[in-house]
């Protein structure tokens, strides 16, 4: 999907992996920018690092750079974080 | 207990009593939130569309400007606490756009470029409450703010307004949509402050 | 010490603000004193949290501008909308208390065993994790090459000014003033571009290491272009900072 990746590296509202990277702790308890996730909609490999993240206030969409499909998103409620992994093939 | 920073306060201005629903403070920014890159769809490309009617209803954006369309002025309010007095837009009411479908859905999901959904009762899209919007502040709508077109409902926290709305599908059942997906409120009226499920 | 791991602490540790001293007028460097404070790796930044007297809490990551082994301290830019910016830049004053989490980060950080030479390239307040580096390189007297292209909008917007003028040995440092240039300036005023990347980057064939830090956009482009130059992809390490005050 070249369109998208190209609306994610004009993206100056993007940031990556390294940004979250103490939201990640907290969730995973350990270091996770060095990790390597695969997108289960397209199989792309990437560091946590690199990946496209995204932070409205509402919460925190990780996407993955090939595909533009969502990888993890976290919400913030009411003092409890939401973790949804479902786009992730696998994480290690 | 965190300490306390001295001096550090929220971005805030006063608001008129009563104008803000609770828990709402007033902004003169106009804060771009965005759970994916800004699409950049043309308009030769642009569509909107209206599914699970009788048949499937669609128009170009020469069709989509063609119709008659109204300016309305509104307050915004955003379920991270800031609202946005008298904004000003333009765009066509979603009772045009309805009122060219045969139907009896009691739900509807906006979709959006870059795959974005929000959940509504259709209800909440009749009666002057809803427009598919071009226009803000006298100018075309801007593409970090959702243009071409985004949704607007302005009656409900701001994250219903979707942004790049490229149509509705009208569904028997309520299907809840990205934000609702992760805990939002599937109906979000700030004025009984429901940001969450459960609320 | 060098290369000794140092695990992140997941809590919220007090931070009194020490000195404080502005780099350019937007922006300024905190010195933080924080009891406790296990140490970190170049290029690894911290989260910081204000609490204001009503309880509204607000959070921001900010690169770590010392190097392991000297006192902790961050450099912040003013965004002109921001919450939190302004405040560390304008209101703070030394003896005020923050929150601070970490060291985080085990992507974009160097020690001197992970070799070079090294491409740094910065676009404007991406320079502070480099700037980490360059300091950690200098203290670990490591002879690893150096080439800095800092991209910034004028020479009044370059951080860390006297540092950079004097760079270590084997540091060259190469400016472009993208917006305005002081008068009589030779050197380049334009957005990095694949030409000046060809200009001024190691050769491919030296098996580089580039550290590139900046706005989105900047990041995007020069990795893009360091990658055209035969750079694996791998070898280029990326931090984005998104918008900043433009």
Known sequence: MDGLATDMALDDSAVDGNAIGGLLMEVFGTEMTTATGTCASCGAVSQVAELAVFRPALGTVVRCRSCGSVLMAFVRIRDVTCVDLMGLASLS | MSPIS?????????????????????????????AGPTPHTTLAAWTFSIE??????????????????????????????????????????????????????????????????????????????????????????GPEHGGPARLLVPHLYFWKSAKWVRGIRLRATDEPGFWENYGYHSYGDPWREQRYAGD | MAGTAVRGRLSWLTATVGPVSDETPRVRTLRLEVPGWPGHRAGQHVDIRLTAD???????????????????????????????????????????????????????VWEPGSGGPLLLAAGGSGVVPLRSILRHRSLT??????????????????????????????????????????????????????????????????????????????????????????????RVKTERFGATGQ
């Open chain 2, 52 to 141: 699970g009617g009788r048949e499937p209803v669609s128009w170009t954006w020469e069709e989509f400007r063609a119709l008659p369309s109204q300016t309305p002025t509104t307050d915004i309010h955003c379920v991270t606490r800031w609202s946005k007095l008298d904004t000003t837009w333009e765009g066509v009411s979603l009772d045009v756009l309805l009122g060219a479908v045969s139907y009896d859905a009691p739900y509807a999901l906006a979709f959006s470029d870059g795959g974005y959904t929000t959940n509504l009762p259709v209800a909440d899209l009749l009666g002057g409450k809803a427009w598919v919007a071009f226009g803000y502040g006298g100018a075309p709508l």
């Open chain 2, 6 to 34: 001295r001096g550090f306060h929220r971005k805030r201005a006063d608001a008129p009593a009563g104008r803000v629903p609770p828990g709402q403070y007033v902004t003169s920014d106009f804060p771009v939130l965005s």
């Open chain 3, 54 to 108: 009503d309880g509204y809490q607000a959070e921001r990551a900010y690169s770590i501008a010392s190097a392991p082994g000297e006192p902790l301290a961050i450099t912040v830019e003013r965004l002109d909308d921001g919450e939190v910016s302004p405040y560390l830049t304008e209101e703070v004053r030394p003896g005020d208390l923050l929150e601070v989490r970490g060291p985080i980060g085990g992507y974009f």
């Open chain 3, 141 to 234: 007297n490591s002879s690893v090459p150096v080439r800095l292209l800092y991209s910034s909008r004028s020479f009044q917007d370059v951080i860390y000014q006297t540092e950079l003028g004097f760079p270590a040995e084997g540091v060259s440092v190469t400016y472009t003033l993208t917006r305005s240039q002081p008068r009589g300036w030779t050197g380049y005023a334009r957005r990095v571009d694949a030409q000046m990347l060809s200009d001024v980057a190691w050769p491919a064939a030296d098996m580089p290491l580039a550290y590139v830090c900046g706005p989105t956009r900047f990041v995007e482009s020069v990795s893009a272009g360091l990658v055209g130059l035969g750079y694996p992809a791998g």
